[in-house]
């Protein structure tokens, strides 16, 4: 496949909170797709990046509701949401995007989550599916049309992020050898079969 310049290579969630050892929500594996994505941006005129950006006292965060991380859920206005471990807290060591991430050419850090009362898994809307954080508009004005996404996680934001974008009239790409997963029961086969259906393509970077 080759690219053009109206490709963009989105970089989903590569923060320590995700990648570190010991982090709060450290997806497994996840630090190893680091070389992989600095390789492969390389070849893509137009890289964007997203940043989970968490308050305190978030309606994600089990420790606002006095639950268990994982386990529980609860049920928002805007449907069910999972709860996690406090992560990506706005400034602190664990929300900054792992410096091993090497993307000079970046042009955008897209931050998401930042409102207290609404999660926000996709790059383009918040979990209730109304709220846009602008990137469809973004990409839009600069003709950007097909977009391959990578990092983590596959089953949450990464896969949201993708059913978004095709929902939105994006050609658009799962590089999956450049994505790891939380691995909830049933999430993987759930947004595989979100991609199935709604014409999201899983690829590898071999492919390219």
Same mark, same amino acid.
């Given at each position: 496949?080759?690219?053009?310049?109206?490709?963009?290579?989105?970089?989903?969630?590569?923060?320590?909170?995700?990648?570190?050892?010991?982090?709060?929500?450290?997806?497994?594996?996840?630090?190893?797709?680091?070389?992989?994505?600095?390789?492969? /941006?390389?070849? =893509?005129?137009?890289?964007?990046?997203?940043?989970? #950006?968490?308050?305190?006292? %978030?309606?994600?965060?089990?420790?606002?509701?006095?639950?268990?991380?994982?386990?529980?859920?609860?049920? /928002?206005?805007?449907?069910?949401?999972?709860? #996690?471990?406090?992560?990506?807290?706005?400034?602190?060591?664990?929300?900054?995007? %792992?410096?091993?991430?090497?993307?000079?050419?970046?042009?955008?850090?897209?931050?998401?989550?930042?409102?207290?009362?609404?999660?926000?898994?996709?790059? =383009?809307?918040?979990?209730?599916?109304?709220?846009?954080?602008?990137? @469809? /508009?973004?990409?839009?004005?600069?003709?950007?049309?097909?977009?391959? =996404?990578?990092?983590?996680?596959?089953? =949450?934001?990464?896969?949201?992020?993708?059913? @978004?974008?095709?929902?939105?009239?994006?050609?658009?790409?799962?590089?999956?050898?450049?994505?790891?997963?939380?691995?909830?029961?049933?999430?993987?086969?759930?947004?595989?079969?979100?991609?199935?259906?709604?014409?999201?393509?899983?690829?590898?970077?071999?492919?390219?």
């Amino acid at each position: 496949m080759d690219l053009t310049p109206h490709d963009a290579l989105l970089v989903i969630d590569m923060q320590n909170d995700f990648l570190v050892e010991g982090a709060p929500l450290k997806v497994r594996g996840g630090e190893t797709l680091l070389p992989g994505i600095n390789a492969i /941006a390389r070849g =893509f005129d137009h890289v964007l990046c997203t940043q989970d #950006w968490h308050p305190a006292g %978030h309606i994600s965060f089990a420790s606002t509701h006095g639950k268990q991380p994982f386990e529980d859920s609860i049920e /928002a206005s805007y449907g069910t949401q999972s709860l #996690w471990p406090d992560h990506c807290l706005q400034g602190t060591a664990g929300a900054h995007l %792992h410096a091993g991430l090497h993307l000079p050419h970046a042009e955008l850090i897209l931050r998401k989550g930042f409102r207290t009362g609404v999660d926000s898994y996709s790059a =383009f809307f918040e979990n209730d599916r109304v709220t846009p954080t602008g990137l @469809a /508009a973004y990409l839009r004005e600069r003709t950007l049309t097909r977009l391959f =996404f990578v990092g983590v996680a596959y089953d =949450f934001c990464v896969g949201h992020s993708a059913l @978004a974008a095709v929902r939105l009239g994006f050609e658009t790409f799962v590089l999956e050898d450049l994505t790891a997963a939380v691995d909830l029961p049933g999430t993987i086969a759930a947004v595989q079969e979100g991609f199935s259906t709604q014409g999201v393509r899983r690829m590898s970077v071999a492919d390219l």
